[in-house]
């Protein structure tokens, strides 16, 4: 069979201080049955590494490569690592703490034809909080919103990975100098340049929450990051985008809105909002 039917797909995944999860996202991408990728396991100087690097080294897969970093360089700096190295025609990703259903590169390839016209790809995901399970399908079901503009540039309903061509995640990369949103910052650059994106029905991810480790996109400048996100693409939203991005940044501070400032931002989706705050959902 030619490459152009089998063709490379390049996976890349940061990973730090998680080397239980880094290896069970890891054997979700050796259960594929889609066989020809490669994955880039990045590692951002965890201080312990030895049992996943040992992991890895006995796979004695030519696929998978691991890098230990001599330096903690953040999580965007590792992913647009790994995207450099990367040599396949797509390119997706996968956090240490989640795993994949085993057809979730066949299926994105299925549906390849559609990134002629369209960003990228993406598909639903299953929820895991704690709970054991034998089949993926026996758990909740996280249904992504179809794409449109208004729902995108007001909340990240794309989720943390997408599927598509690598030399467009080689041209957009991850901004380094954002604290927060940095998905929907690369996410929504790519719809800008590349046209909207796609949605793949199945879900083919599973979001692993509650697992008691820490997580790698934590911080206390998640303000300070969502405000860099809202400077930055303010000039691409429209006036009810602008108030829902606002709105959540009071949330994220948790700071009390004045009356003049709760008027100003007040829209039928913001005062849902606030409504749910108040009744403390």
């Not at 992991?55 to 230990?68: C, G, Q, S, T, W």
């Not at 934590?218 to 693409?233: L, M, T, V």
Request: overall charge positive.
């Amino acid at each position: 069979m030619s490459t152009t039917n089998t063709p490379l797909i390049s996976i890349y995944m940061p990973t730090w201080n998680r080397q239980q999860l880094a290896i069970r996202a890891i054997k979700s991408v050796l259960r594929q049955d889609y066989p020809h990728w490669e994955m880039f396991i990045v590692d951002d100087c965890s201080a312990s590494f030895e049992q996943l690097q040992q992991f890895v080294a006995e796979l004695n897969d030519p696929r998978m490569k691991y890098i230990h970093n001599d330096f903690n360089s953040g999580a965007c700096a590792v992913r647009n690592q790994a995207i450099g190295q990367a040599t396949g025609r797509f390119i997706t990703g996968i956090d240490d703490d989640d795993e994949w259903t085993p057809n979730r590169l066949s299926l994105f390839l299925e549906h390849q034809h559609q990134l002629v016209t369209h960003a990228f790809l993406y598909a639903n995901d299953y929820v895991c909080e704690g709970e054991v399970y034998s089949q993926p399908a026996s758990l909740p079901l996280y249904p992504k919103s179809p794409y449109t503009r208004k729902r995108f540039y007001k909340r990240n309903i794309i989720g943390n990975q997408v599927f598509s061509y690598a030399q467009r995640f080689k041209e957009s990369l991850f901004d380094i100098n954002l604290k927060a949103a940095q998905d929907h910052d690369m996410f929504l650059r790519m719809v800008v340049e590349y046209g909207e994106p796609w949605k793949v029905e199945e879900a083919t991810q599973i979001l692993h929450v509650n697992h008691g480790e820490m997580r790698i996109t934590s911080s206390p400048k998640k303000f300070s990051g969502y405000f860099q996100f809202y400077r930055k693409h303010k000039d691409k939203f429209d006036r009810a985008s602008k108030k829902y991005q606002l709105f959540t940044l009071y949330q994220i501070r948790n700071k009390r809105m004045n009356w003049r400032t709760l008027l100003t931002l007040l829209s039928v989706r913001n005062g849902k909002r606030l409504a749910d705050g108040l009744r403390g959902k």
